[in-house]
């Protein structure tokens, strides 16, 4: 009778485990799903790949097995093991706080064992693998990760789709929620000066993390080491209680960053609204403290025709003469560019540029006579003293843009249209236009609304310069969110033949985020880039001019 009861009892459990429990998805399996995210150097958690293990009964977990790669296993610290609560994406640092931690290892080698025993339920259960750096990892490093297997119920299982190892690279977070005393920082601009210091511009969105009106200066961080550290917040541009209004109606935002790479002075812009014009454009008196009243400037009527502060933002800019470490007092360039009927005139964020011939260009946007949107540029011939501003580059409704020069002298536009907003056709992309006199005319560029799709975001694009065999040479890097209806998969993407196509594609944050970016060449054989991460308010990494043309 007994051997009758176990006889059963085995063809009970095969029948369980082969037919009842495969039919309903219970089967006993490990699933391990990469996700690409940046590895902060000053964080001891950063989630690398998720872990989903299927059981049809309780059982024991313990030893996964790791196997590292990519040259730089000396700085990688040691992996954690965390139990989470239930399936879910890619969460806060705070939350993944709160996981139970299963296990830790800090051995070194290419091949690592992270020990440890615990029991999960039937059914399926979530872990995070997650990895820590040595501080003094190199931004340059490359590290993969593949998991080889996990011990269940004392049998070691492989992954059920086994994948090549992901790449890593380590990031620094620049800026933090919360750091400094400021709510949110937001809409980075990054540049190289004269004697190679990095400067990382941003508002400083003290009390919340919406847009303007509101209390946000442009600060400023410095780094002297190629952006392995970074100086504290330094404020370029602040209006105060300008005007008797407290500074929660004296807002600057959307800065742009432009290096004379000729006499090495540094300007930002950044546009300024005194107070709040309401939705029927009208400038409301008596705001105080305690008043609630909210507008922008590109909602409705919060920017109006004319010149004066109670009428339009204004656009002011401020410089600096040694490599970013004081600031003069800001001027206002409204009259001097802006055309009376145009509702607004503005920076576009992000990074100006020096011509070949010396001229300074500032990437600007606005609103025409009738509320709607363009971009144009903004420039000067004689060294920031004076400035003229474009006409716009299309006809449609387009606003932040970035400006690259091209191998022929022409100025190319890179512009976040608003026709992509929701448009996820084969017409989705950036809309491009060329000029070759400064903006007094403008010609489609072929690879406009064909080659570099967006979520309607900021976007970043450069022109580097490098030396290759004697010979100088160039190419295109840009960065935006690569979707059409997200601001996901942060990536950088590189053209060959001045921007008519971008074969070359490097993802390096794929959660959601804000979505912004900013690129600069760091030297002729690195090119750094500070975007909005899904893991920092503003993250910082390179990347090496060999792997940007391979």
Known sequence: MNQKIKLYRLLFLFTLNVIVFPLLGLAQGLNVKPVQLPLLLDRPANPVARLAVSLPAKAGLSDLEIEVSGGAEKYLKGFSLLLAEGDSAVVSEAKMKKYAVLGRTGATGKQRKLSFKSELPAGTSYLWLTAELDPSTPLSAKIGFRIKSLKIGGRSVR??????????????????????????????????????TLLSIYDARYTKAGDLQGHID????????????WQPMQVALDMGTWG???????????????????????????????????????WLDGLNENSTDWNHQWRDKGSQPGFGVRQTSQFLITKSTDHGKTWSKPVNLTQMCKKEAWWLWAPAPGQGITLKDGTLVFPTQGRDHTGKAFSNITYSKDGGKTWETSEPAVRESTTENMAVELSDGSIMLNMRSNANRGDTSANNGRAVAVTRDLGTTWTEHESSHRALIEPTCMASIIRHDYVDKGIKKSILVFCN????????????????????????????????SRGYSCLTSVSPGVVGVLYESSQADLAYQQLELKELLK
């Open 244 to 282: 008797g209004l407290p500074e929660k109606f004296n807002g600057v935002s959307d800065a742009c960053i432009l290096v004379d790479k000729t006499t090495g002075t540094i300007f930002i812009a950044g546009l300024w609204m005194h107070g709040v014009i309401n939705s029927d454009g009208k």
């Open 218 to 229: 442009i600060g400023v961080s410095r780094s002297f080491d190629k952006g392995r550290t």
């Open 481 to 512: 969110p690569d979707s059409k209806t997200a601001r996901n998969n942060i990536s950088i993407k590189v053209s060959y033949d001045d921007g008519k196509t971008w074969p070359r594609k490097i993802l390096l944050d794929q959660e959601k």
């Open 159 to 196: 992954p059920a789709s086994p994948a090549s190892a992901f790449v890593y690279r380590p990031a620094v977070a620049v800026r933090r929620h919360q750091q400094e005393n400021v709510h949110t920082h937001r809409i980075p601009g990054l540049a190289t000066a004269t004697d190679g």
